[in-house]
């Protein structure tokens, strides 16, 4: 299902799955830099070459097309990541990989805003989160609610 959003800052916005907060945990890996300009990207492994897993500092917020939050680390754009996402409340985890679309810093926080698309991950897994935004925002716990009450 496609959702129209309307953004302050540029009209229409265009989302092919609905967005959620809650009470999420994700961990990240890079497992494999882009080509090209990727100086600064490294890919993250511990000392047997097993992708090593960092949390993120904030999960902005989920779909089932992917993920948006925030770390201590910068990125480049197209960077391949493995993700570990986990849902406390519903006692389920999510093993998908993915690639960062959007990468933005936050100077106050020496942090970083990322964006990353799921481009491996199991149906049943991309429908759950579906389900699972669509349930938060009948419930008004979705992300729009939320920030509409912040305002």
Aim: charged residues 25%; glycine residues 6%; positive net charge.
């Amino acid at each position: 299902m496609v959702r129209s959003i309307t953004s302050r800052s540029s009209g229409a916005e265009r989302r092919k799955y609905g967005r959620t907060l809650g009470d999420i945990q994700i961990s990240v890996a890079v497992v494999k830099k882009p080509p090209g300009n990727s100086r600064e990207v490294h890919v993250w492994t511990d000392k047997s070459g097993a992708p090593k897993f960092h949390p993120v500092s904030e999960v902005r917020n989920i779909s089932a097309g992917g993920a948006a939050f925030q770390i201590p680390r910068s990125a480049s754009l197209e960077t391949l990541v493995s993700l570990k996402v986990d849902f406390q409340r519903k006692k389920k985890h999510i093993e998908c990989s993915g690639r960062v679309v959007r990468v933005k810093p936050v100077i106050a926080l020496r942090s970083y805003n990322w964006a990353v698309e799921f481009t491996n991950i199991e149906d049943e897994d991309r429908q759950w989160l579906a389900d699972y935004a669509q349930q938060q925002a009948s419930r008004g716990q979705g992300f729009l609610a939320r920030l509409f009450r912040r305002s």
